[in-house]
């Protein structure tokens, strides 16, 4: 069993910065681990995801947002800057066990079997 626990969301003006972070205990063989974003009426979208030091982000965040990992800590991070208020969504970190690069570089958010309970962020002009 896997459980995740995201932080870091908040209100931010555009052009401003946030760091959010997803706590992850249990099933970490062959992880891949995943940011996805959500606003309300659109389908779950994917930000950006890990396998193996691979990283792979959607074309809208290319540039601004870092993905990474302390594995010390079993933590991932989302570090985003340049924000912009298209980019206020619930954001979550999802992890897929037994994972490939293949479904890593899908971002597709229904191949991430464990999600975290999403951290809100929200973007003002």
């Known amino acids: 069993q896997v459980t995740l626990v995201e932080s870091g969301g908040g209100s931010v003006q555009a052009g401003g910065s946030l760091r959010l972070s997803c706590a992850v205990a249990?099933?970490?063989?062959?992880?891949?681990m995943g940011w996805f974003r959500q606003t309300p009426g659109k389908e779950r979208e994917g930000v950006a995801t890990?396998?193996?030091?691979?990283?792979y982000y959607a074309d809208s965040v290319k540039g601004r947002f870092t993905i990474s990992q302390d594995n010390a800590k079993n933590t991932v991070y989302l570090q985003m800057n340049s924000l912009k208020p298209e980019d206020t969504a619930m954001y979550y970190c999802?992890?897929?066990?037994?994972?490939?690069?293949?479904?890593?570089?899908?971002?597709?958010?229904?191949?991430?079997?464990?999600w975290g309970q999403g951290t809100q962020v929200t973007v003002s002009s």
């Open positions: 999802a992890v897929k066990p037994r994972c490939n690069v293949v479904v890593a570089s899908r971002l597709l958010s229904a191949d991430f079997d464990y």
């Open positions: 249990g099933g970490t063989y062959s992880n891949c």
């Open positions: 890990e396998y193996t030091g691979k990283i």
